[in-house]
């Protein structure tokens, strides 16, 4: 009897408890019904502002422009002119008239030969310039004894420098005489000069599979010496291009490449065709004319008639 009705009990707990719980259920539920009509609201209200707002984009202007693919090759700077000065006779060298680094003229005494013999005392004879130029240095000392094939002194025409340059072979079909080059080194600082391909030298180096090309100098030339080494960016393709645009607008898809227009505030794709590449620009030579505005950052997220907010780099 006793264990009937506390099995009694228990059962009218368990209803008791299951009809709380369900209660519960309900009250919860509609608040809970009502979360999601809020998150979907929301959803609409972002997208909704997106699409007025616009997909912040960077833009540019297809255009004419110079495409120019260089290379930069080691030179060294040489004189144009560069001659050795001998004594017209043998004997003692007995001074130098001159130092390295200054400038001298034609036929000027550059140093002085003493011819004199025990016994026979003779004036000093003096060995001149054969040109005009600058020292670049003196290969004896003196009191030295010298004959007529004796090298006293390196004379230069600093005025008029050179640049000794190797072309790789597969480069060196397409420098010619005429070109113009820039200089660039330590000796220049942030500066560059100009210089002109004035010879080709018809000889093929096989060892080194390099054709050596001469440049003349074209600015100023304080700072630089003969035997200093510079850096020579020779330009071996031109090409005026009637549409270039920014290499980073392109989109290469499946074997096909295409770009992003702005038009009318939205998104464009159009398939092109591409030429030359060079600086950061490439050639469009089908899909695209001068004037056409192009994305150029902003495009991974893009689809056809998405709303543009065009920005400025410092904005993106």
Known sequence: ?????????????????????????????????????????????????????????????????????????????????????????????????????????????????????????????PVRSPITGYVTSLHVDRGTQVTQNTAIVTIATLDDLRIVVAVPERFSSDVFTGMTAIVSGPALGDDSIDAR?????????????????????????????????????????VRDADVAIPFRALIQEGGRTSVYLAVNGAAQRREVRTGMIAGGYVEVTEGLTAGETVITEGINILRPGTPLTVMERDEL
Do not use: C, Y
């Not at 000889?203 to 050596?212: A, I, Q, Y």
């Not at 030339?221 to 003969?226: D, Y």
């Open 197 to 237: 391909v004035v010879a080709i030298d018809p000889v093929f180096d096989g060892l080194l599979r390099s054709r050596e090309i001469t440049l003349r100098v074209l600015g100023d030339t304080r700072n630089l010496s003969p035997g200093m080494s510079v850096g020579v960016s020779l330009p071996l393709r």
């Open 1 to 125: 009897m006793i264990i009937r009705r506390i099995v009694t009990a228990a059962l009218v707990l368990l209803i008791l408890g299951g009809g709380a719980f369900f209660a519960l259920w309900n009250v919860r539920s509609p608040s809970q019904g009502q979360g999601r009509p809020q998150s979907a609201e929301s959803t609409q209200e972002r997208a909704s502002l997106t699409e007025q707002s616009g997909v912040a984009v960077q833009v540019a202007t297809a255009e004419n422009r110079r495409l120019v693919t260089d290379i930069v090759l080691p030179g060294e700077i040489q004189a144009r002119d560069t001659t050795r000065a001998h004594p017209d006779t043998a004997g003692k060298l007995s001074r130098f008239a001159v130092g390295p680094g200054e400038r001298v003229t034609e036929d000027q005494p550059i140093a002085w030969i003493d011819s004199s013999r025990p016994g026979a005392q003779f004036e000093n004879s």
